[in-house]
């Protein structure tokens, strides 16, 4: 589904991003908090429909980056010169529990923005269908988990819809995986029609499926960009699949399965399955993982399992302002880096 002019669609037709429409432009923007030296020097360009993360370790000065593009924080040194038509919205890390319930808090917020009633009330209801807030929408924020608060948080950002600057402060932190695969795709549908994206996350499934552009943070300056075909160096997320056939049936050797596109390898588990049945474990790359499913289904086949995605991507060697690509051959799982018990922008202990 996408965004509409009054909320979600299933219309797949999009408007393509006017260039014209510029982006924003910071240029050697600095900032102090007490006798922190929080932000040296940074310059970035993010132009419309480009999505920009920020990664680092806290006290890199993510935050602070992002509040300052927010304007909620001004900059000592430096400018920033904005030329989006629409305004920012923005996702704090950690909404406060303020005494509302969820819905109660959705709506003052939209009303605030000035979203028409029966407009507000149709986006507070798809996006929190998109996000599986269910009974939650009706109970009090103080009773949240971190999680089902953080997808309270990420749908007042998104209420007003497409367009301009949209601000995510760890957006996935917290998510189940349902959650975090509906943010991504929403955001990239977003990102199509025309919303700059600018987000501090650590989660490589967004960076890889969105990034323009990684900015490397390191004691408040820029250690180093990336760029997004410096990401797909990396090579693409791998999706691991097992599915049961009767027994006798070797799809090892059978052309159509093994030559589908995206199927990286197809091997027979000898260790599970039975005198009736045979287990296959499937590795694909994760955009053929639909096709690869439906194929095996109308082969009379059937899932037993699929696991999440395996990035390629070495979230600690990143930070350390290696390439992104720098760890790809040797595999496995990489999760994304917890940072949330370590220090915040001022040097504080981070709530």
Known sequence: MIWSKR??????????????????LLQQVSKQLGNTQVLNQINLEVKQGECAVFVGRNGSGKSTLLRIL?????????????????????????????PFTSREYLWDMGRIRGIRPEILRERIRELSELLYLDTAIDQKLSLLSKGTLQKVNLIQALLPGPGGLLLLDEPLSGLDIPAQEAVVSLLGQWKDEGTSIVTACHEPLLIERLADQVIVLKKGRVLRYWSREDILQTGEPVVRIQSLTKAGEDLANDPSSVQQPGVLSLVRNTSLGNAKSWVWDWKVVQKSTD????????????????????????????????????????????ESVDLSSSMDDAGGEAE
Do not use: F, W
Request: aromatic share 2%; hydrophobic share 35%.
């Open 7 to 24: 909320g979600l669609s299933n219309n797949s037709d999009q408007v393509a991003p006017d260039s014209s429409d510029g982006g924003i």
């Open 70 to 98: 927010a304007g909620i924080l001004l900059p000592d040194t430096g400018s920033i010169q904005r030329t989006l038509k629409d305004s920012e919205k923005y996702a704090v890390d950690g909404l406060p529990r303020v």
């Open 291 to 334: 096709d690869v499913l439906r194929m095996i289904l109308a082969s009379e086949g059937s899932v037993v399992s699929v696991q999440q995605e395996e990035s390629q991507l070495h979230m600690e060697s990143l930070l350390e302002g290696q390439h992104p690509a720098a760890h790809a051959s040797l595999g496995g799982v990489t």
